[in-house]
C-alpha cells in the first residue's frame, strides 16, 4: 500500500487572545481520527443563515478535512482509504453534488 508521512511543517504565528505564539497549519489535536486546517470562522466571514446550515457546514468541512475530503477523492472509489487508523467511508461523488444535470452528447454529423 501507499503511505503517506507529512513532516518538515511550517510554523505560523497567530493571537490566542493574550499572547502570540507558533502553530503549525494543520490541526492534529482536534479530531483523534482526522487531520484539519485551522480555521477562523470569524476571520473568514462565513456566517451560517437560518436555511441550508447543513449544506454550508459540509461544504467548508470537505475544505478543511482531510477525512471529508477523502471521502469524495475518486469518482469511482475502489481502494480502500485509511486516515490515522480509521476507514474512511468513501461516497460516490455524483450523490454528493447539490445540482445534478445530465447533458446526452449527439455527435453532429
Known amino acids: 500500500g501507499t503511505h503517506i508521512v507529512i513532516f518538515n511543517l511550517p510554523e505560523q504565528s497567530f493571537f490566542d487572545g493574550t499572547t502570540t505564539r507558533p502553530r503549525i497549519e494543520f490541526d492534529f489535536a482536534a479530531d483523534s481520527h482526522d487531520i484539519k486546517l485551522w480555521i477562523n470562522r470569524s476571520d473568514n466571514n462565513i456566517s451560517f443563515g437560518k436555511t441550508n446550515n447543513s449544506r454550508i457546514e459540509n461544504d467548508l468541512l470537505i ?15 475502489r481502494m480502500i482509504i485509511v486516515l490515522r487508523g480509521q476507514k474512511v467511508k468513501t461516497k460516490l461523488v455524483a450523490k454528493s453534488l447539490a445540482h445534478l444535470r445530465l447533458v446526452e452528447y449527439k455527435p453532429q454529423e
Open 63 to 77: 475544505h478543511t478535512s482531510l477525512r471529508k475530503y477523502c471521502e469524495i477523492l475518486y469518482l469511482k472509489p
